[in-house]
């Protein structure tokens, strides 16, 4: 199969017109006006090229090359939603690199199963809360009713929008099951630009944590209270920060702890706070790992509020556990990198993905192409075509053998 990358320019161009902004970026809302002409553009090519489109209850879109049997399809897909002034890349290359090769794939004899490509609704979360919200649906993740009454910031509601915009679909229509389902993303970080790899196998997503932890103390005059009488809140909380950070720093692994956020009361310059209040982030691509992690970061906090007489409290707000990626199908993508002759980096996910949704349904894979200066969700954000090339080439090839192995 020989993939077009002029014609694959071609599209991605016109696409990153759609929205674009001053500095070269895109700002295409989910249900926007603007994301309404990137689906009816989409569809029209799809239209042009043959193949079938249908329309789910959430406004995903598949587009179907038939095959000549009757089989489970190899579904393709990413996202056409942008965060405000983003980049061109994220979720559009997935997207229309899957439309590329569903456009190859009429050059060659037909397959006997038919490929898809599906283009989800509202990935970025950047206007109706959820992030991956369209995926999360056909997987069960939400209910209907919670996806439809979702609002945005000026008080819409997802499924007013999904009907002004004309792509309330069918449930019928919805994706039920695949034989593997492929995301191409690009990477959103630094990692494979450093390593100098042009394609990351993506072997699954980090499972994240977090936390709102509180240390309370006694509030006092900043002037007249010996440091040695003190029980302040601020020292223990900054205690807790650098000590956790170090003994993550120490581990030398993929433990990756982040303090956003932080507050104080009364947060007033010559008061010693009674209350001293911040997050806690914990990502680790490993469940177990990840638990103990929370565990000892846990005791770390308690040991410093014994040491200094304060209390701390560390409340969970929410946990992701990671998500394994099929195995069979990060052989077959690497296999295809081999047979290419084209270098890879096997990693784990940081961001999170449709293909995480995906997963829940069936055989799940995604690689990803290097960002230029590992930036991502601004408008900067770039990969070279050169390198967009090779992990098209890689997951053609991989859908293309995954087809003639199909029973
Ligand atoms: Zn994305």
Redesign the pocket.
Known sequence: MEINMKRLQRRFYEMASIGSTENEGVHRLALSDQDKIARDTFIDWSKQAGFLVRIDDFGNIYVRKEGTASKKPIVIG??LDTVPKGGKY??SL?VLAGFEILESLLEIEPLETPVEVVVFTN??GARFPNPMLGSGAISGVFSKQHVYDMVDDDGITFESELERIGYKGDKANRLKEFEAFFEL??E?GPVLEQQGLPIGLVKGIQGLSWHTVQFTGESDHAGTTPISYRRDPMQSAAKAIMRIGEWVENLGDETLVTFGKISSLPNTINVIPSEVTFSMDIRHPNKKVLLRRIETAKTLIREVALEDDTQSLCEDLSLMLPVLFDESLIDLLQSSCQQHGIGYHEMFSG?G??AMYMNNLGPTVMLFSPSVNGKSHCEEEETSWEDIEKSVKVLGESVVRLASSVR
């Open positions: 990413s996202h994220d979720g997935g990935e970025e993303h690009i959103q961001a993905h449709d």
